[in-house]
């Protein structure tokens, strides 16, 4: 996914809302951007602000084309 590059420190699923999924990266300045929910496949989602959130690895998400 390339959201997930060129980011410096982990990666983060923060939640979704309608179409979008919400991830953050950073440790002292948070990065933030969405990705189409649509387009990846986590191993679990909730509504934005819900849950707790989780790393997210390169080995975690499916990107389909």
Request: aromatic share 18%; glycine share 10%.
């Amino acid at each position: 996914m390339a959201a997930l590059k060129g980011f410096e420190g982990s990666v983060y699923y923060v939640g979704s809302d309608g179409d979008d999924s919400y991830f953050r990266a950073g440790k002292v300045f948070y990065s933030r951007y969405k990705a189409q929910t649509s387009k990846i496949r986590l191993p679990r989602t909730f509504p934005f602000g819900k849950g707790d959130p989780y790393l997210v690895t390169q080995d975690m998400v499916y990107v389909r084309q």
